[in-house]
């Protein structure tokens, strides 16, 4: 079982920033792929970006092009999600999720991964 602990979530101004991370309690941390979603009220979960075990390989959705950016420290066995440029829109709960995969595989697919942390709320004032 692997447990993520997500952190770094708050309320901040538009145009302002935010670095989350998520946690696990994996010795494989690197094993992992990691990825970031999130859940406004309302909407169905958002695939914003995940990343391989070694870092190697990442997937940014287009909606946070430019502004969000994924990256993972796996002796900290953590993995962090960057955000710049927020926007009201960007208020919603998000979640970290992970998954064993074969080495250099992303997903962006919620159903593709079996961990998830139990998320932390992010509000963007505008």
């Known amino acids: 079982q692997v447990q993520l602990v997500e952190s770094g979530g708050g309320l901040v101004q538009a145009g302002g920033s935010l670095r989350l991370s998520c946690t696990s309690s994996t010795r494989a941390f690197s094993w992992y792929t990691m990825a970031w979603f999130r859940q406004a009220p309302g909407n169905k979960r958002e695939s914003l970006a995940a990343?391989?075990?070694?870092?190697?390989?990442?997937y940014l959705a287009d909606s946070v092009k430019g502004r969000f950016a994924i990256s993972r420290d796996n002796a900290e066995k953590t993995v962090y999600l960057q955000m710049n440029s927020l926007k009201a829109e960007d208020t919603a709960v998000y979640y970290c999720a992970a998954d064993r995969k074969p080495s250099g595989t992303v997903s962006y697919s919620a159903d593709e991964y079996d961990y998830w942390g139990q998320g932390t709320q992010v509000t963007v004032s505008s």
């Open positions: 990343i391989s075990g070694t870092g190697g390989r990442t």
